[in-house]
């Protein structure tokens, strides 16, 4: 038996360091996890005790004997990644926290810009020291905390946005100050944040989408990504965007995992949005759009593209949705490649050529 990292997986890294035996690689410091889609479990080092399934904040560890069929192929891609000849030789000893230290752990005084996801592993980080006084200021713009979990992860991942009451847990920790409402450059300057606090963090992220800066980017009916997805995520800078679904056809420009959210959204149909948590202006808006085809345009090869095997998966299992590929642009270059990411898009083409077949 074994245990199985499933489509949920947001990297956070925390069940490595439950793991007694060091099987879930790879770990932070360790090759290919800065550009990691997921972590694997070595099938052949679990000793199936259990602890990464407590760790894992979104669910996404599962025994191999409750592994639903659909999410073979994560068993069959945690295989193919440890019979990589360098994804393999750990020693199976477990993983130890670095130490944290300051030079004057009593007086650490430190701001927080934004409540997301950058911001909350942040504050974790700094309040879950032990012997380490800490005062975390933490200020947000908008009246509810959250940031990318709440407006930007798709509606229909309950899963990822679980990982939300984690990150509430952490900004009602005793040491957290909670200010909502409140801007930098309106409500307090960034000065007065550093000249009252040793550090200040900026966890804010990306607060606009980027134009193609192509001509026609301006024309009716481009919208950024960042704004639809903030539409229907019920952000109120979004509640407003004129969202025009009259046309049968959309193209979506990329091929990440949000190009491939967007894809999802605008073909699952409004009985399957309906049971998720959707804005309610968005639901309305899906229920009368006669979207019925999704383009998705790539810049580069499937070697580059960006979106990961599980969102790919995710797409997979919307009823009814019918996926189609240039097939002759499902082959691969390698040939730069480390080893850890051949593995990945070998996969994510294969999958691709059988769903598309
Ligand atoms: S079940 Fe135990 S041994 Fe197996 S990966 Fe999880 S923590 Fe490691
Ligand atoms: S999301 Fe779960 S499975 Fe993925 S790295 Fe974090 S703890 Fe591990």
Redesign the pocket.
Known sequence: M??VITGTCCNDSA?AF????N??HPAPGEPGYGSAELLF?DPDA???????VDACPVHA?VPDYDLEERDQPFADLARAWFAVEENSGYPQEQKRLPAFTVAEPSALRVAVIGTGPAACYAIDALTSVRGLQVEVTVVERLLAPGGLVRYGVAPDHPETKAIGDQFLRTLARSSVSLHLGVEVGRDVTFEQLASTHHAVIVGSGAAAGRRLGIPGDDLAGVISAADFVGWYNGHPDYANLAVDLSGERAVVVGNGNVAIDVARVLLSGVDRLRRTDIAQHALEAFAASNVREVVLVGRRGIEHAAFTASELEGLARVPGLRISAVTAELEPTLGELSPERRTIVEHKASRLRKLAG
Do not use: R
């Open positions: 074994t245990h069940c439950s793991c007694p035996v099987c879930i479990i679990c000793i199936d005790c259990g602890a990464c560890v």
